[in-house]
């Protein structure tokens, strides 16, 4: 299968902005061993913004765009720096790719970014993506990455995309203030009262939260790929994905029949 897996800040730091360690080291273990299994990986990967407010000691996330983007030139270093190491552990060899919104839009540029990405997976590197934030604006940004880990897991036919999170999938009600939230472990279609109960917050250091994981799904199904939200808090549920068995929210892709 050829997957494409997105990694929250949530999933990759301390709230602190410090990296944590625990998640990051089992995930890069879980999906080398999926590589060596046969996959094809292309990991989209945020905390670029997270990581440079735990190197350079920020308090607290930036509100303002300069500081925004001089975090994320910092982090986006430290976090390769990071794969690269782990990766290399079991082998593998990480190719990072910074994308903006323009780089999706543009047809040319469209397809240099596709062209690189298929040559990349041939000669067996991991392509790690992320937006480009240190220059990325709102005019020319995606915005967030689970719109972003979309546009690529479609732009390259992947077979699925995982979305990896601080929670285990799609609830019927926010579970974190409703204790009677049960979790929907296939959606066919979005309803109006999803879009309505995920909400819009991400985390103090993340952008997302569950409406742009909707979003996002949305775009996959409309192109017939599958998505899955998991639990990045135990990247060993990867395993049971692979071994074909049902855990977290499943969004089917229209399939033409
Ligand atoms: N690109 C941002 C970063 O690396 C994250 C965006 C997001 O969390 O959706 O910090």
Same mark, same amino acid.
């Given at each position: 299968m050829r997957i494409t897996v997105k990694v929250g800040t949530s999933t990759l730091t301390h709230p602190s902005g410090h990296l944590n360690i625990r998640h990051v080291e089992t995930l890069c273990k879980v999906l080398s061993d999926a590589k060596n299994a046969g996959h094809e990986i292309i990991l989209v990967s945020s905390g670029a913004i997270g990581m440079g407010v735990g190197k350079l000691n920020?308090?607290? $996330?930036?509100? @303002?765009m300069p500081t925004k983007q001089a975090a994320a030139a910092v982090g986006q270093c430290e976090l390769m720096y990071v794969y690269d190491k782990l990766f290399s552990e079991y082998n593998h060899t990480v190719a990072q790719i910074l994308l903006t919104g323009e780089d999706l839009r543009d047809e040319a540029r469209h397809r240099n970014f596709a062209n690189t990405l298929q040559r990349l997976l041939e000669l067996g590197a991991l392509p790690i993506i992320n937006e480009n @934030?240190? /220059? *990325?604006? @709102?005019? +020319?940004? /995606? =915005? @967030?990455n689970d719109t972003l880990s979309a546009l690529v897991a479609v732009s390259v036919k992947a077979d699925l995309l995982i979305v990896l999170t601080d929670i285990d999938g799609l609830y019927t009600a926010d579970p974190r203030h409703e204790k009677n939230a049960v979790l +929907?472990?296939? /959606?066919r279609s979005i309803t109006a009262e999803m879009l309505a109960s995920a909400g819009g917050h991400g985390t103090a250091l993340s952008t997302g939260g569950m409406a742009t994981k909707l979003s996002a799904a949305k775009v996959c199904m409309e192109a017939g790929t599958d998505m899955i939200i998991l639990n =990045? *808090? $135990?990247?060993?549920v990867l395993y049971d994905i692979l071994d074909g068995k049902s855990t977290g929210t499943r969004f089917i892709g229209r399939k033409n029949t």
């Amino acid at each position: 299968m050829r997957i494409t897996v997105k990694v929250g800040t949530s999933t990759l730091t301390h709230p602190s902005g410090h990296l944590n360690i625990r998640h990051v080291e089992t995930l890069c273990k879980v999906l080398s061993d999926a590589k060596n299994a046969g996959h094809e990986i292309i990991l989209v990967s945020s905390g670029a913004i997270g990581m440079g407010v735990g190197k350079l000691n920020l308090t607290c $996330r930036p509100q @303002d765009m300069p500081t925004k983007q001089a975090a994320a030139a910092v982090g986006q270093c430290e976090l390769m720096y990071v794969y690269d190491k782990l990766f290399s552990e079991y082998n593998h060899t990480v190719a990072q790719i910074l994308l903006t919104g323009e780089d999706l839009r543009d047809e040319a540029r469209h397809r240099n970014f596709a062209n690189t990405l298929q040559r990349l997976l041939e000669l067996g590197a991991l392509p790690i993506i992320n937006e480009n @934030d240190s /220059v *990325a604006t @709102d005019e +020319i940004g /995606v =915005g @967030d990455n689970d719109t972003l880990s979309a546009l690529v897991a479609v732009s390259v036919k992947a077979d699925l995309l995982i979305v990896l999170t601080d929670i285990d999938g799609l609830y019927t009600a926010d579970p974190r203030h409703e204790k009677n939230a049960v979790l +929907i472990p296939e /959606v066919r279609s979005i309803t109006a009262e999803m879009l309505a109960s995920a909400g819009g917050h991400g985390t103090a250091l993340s952008t997302g939260g569950m409406a742009t994981k909707l979003s996002a799904a949305k775009v996959c199904m409309e192109a017939g790929t599958d998505m899955i939200i998991l639990n =990045g *808090a $135990r990247p060993n549920v990867l395993y049971d994905i692979l071994d074909g068995k049902s855990t977290g929210t499943r969004f089917i892709g229209r399939k033409n029949t």
